[in-house]
């Protein structure tokens, strides 16, 4: 499974410069009630398009022009407990410092916080109650701590208002890596094999830094800080012709499908 070309991605460290935290609470009853998104800068962040007041206004009306890619870092969550000692989560969510520049506008700044609670909400399959939006009086909750991250290479260029949302990844710490699972069916008229593997957190910047390995007897596979899995197959009705073999990266899924 040879993945995409990497040549137009780079790891880099980055620390971000705190900004301004947004206060939510999420309505999906999964984990503290109580969320902080630290909105947070990093020069090695691309540059978003020029922006307009027209593009932000078309893009907050959800209009037939409305719209407009702004790359950015989600982080992990995070436990942390406010003044009050109440647990709570913590996001990080990091821009190119023109979005600091720009958020001086009120209408810009509306849609930088919408899109952030959007893309965390995407991320760490949480809900929230805009109707509870606050702003404390802090820079950031909690420290902003360095990071590796996977970047386009962008040639210090702007990165086109058609970019994908997904452009921009932060790399996980080597504690995060996993055992993902996995199982194998068979069509009972074909007799044909196949090896599912559930990758959920997999994406398609991570989709470059992955390999897979597939013996007769054996699959491996490996995704740089995130997945790990070295399993013997001899609970499979035959040894696997590696030849023939071919696998597939089904997204919505979040599976590895591995037809043999």
Do not use: C
């Amino acid at each position: 499974m040879p993945p995409p070309s990497s040549s137009k991605i780079k790891r880099v460290s980055i620390t971000p410069t705190p900004g301004l935290v947004v206060k939510v609470r999420r309505t999906d009853g999964r984990g503290p009630a109580k969320v902080f998104l630290n909105i947070a800068y990093d020069a090695h962040v691309p540059r978003p398009p020029s922006v307009s007041p027209d593009t932000v206004k078309a893009a907050l009306t959800g209009g037939p022009s409305g719209t407009y890619s702004v790359p950015l870092i989600v982080s992990d969550a995070r436990n942390a407990r406010d003044k009050a000692g109440a647990e709570s989560t913590v996001v990080d969510v990091v821009f190119s410092p023109d979005i600091g520049t720009w958020m001086k506008d009120a209408d810009f700044q509306r849609f930088i916080i919408e899109l952030s609670l959007q893309r965390v909400e995407e991320r760490h399959n949480m809900k929230f109650d805009r109707d509870t939006l606050a702003f404390p009086n802090i820079r950031s909750k909690g420290p902003l701590e360095a990071r590796d991250v996977l970047l386009p290479s962008t040639d210090g260029g702007d990165v086109s208002a058609t970019s994908s949302k997904l452009l921009i990844e932060e790399v996980p710490s080597a504690s995060t890596v996993r055992t993902p699972k996995w199982r194998w069916t068979q069509d009972a008229d074909s007799g044909a094999l196949q090896i599912v593997v559930d990758v959920p957190a997999l994406t398609r910047a991570l989709y470059a830094q992955t390999a897979l390995d597939l013996e007769p007897r054996r699959l491996l596979l490996e995704t740089t800080g995130l997945y790990a899995l070295d399993v013997s197959l001899d609970t499979l009705p035959r040894a696997i012709n590696v030849d023939s073999a071919s696998a597939e990266w089904r997204v919505g899924a979040g599976q590895l499908v591995i037809s043999v």
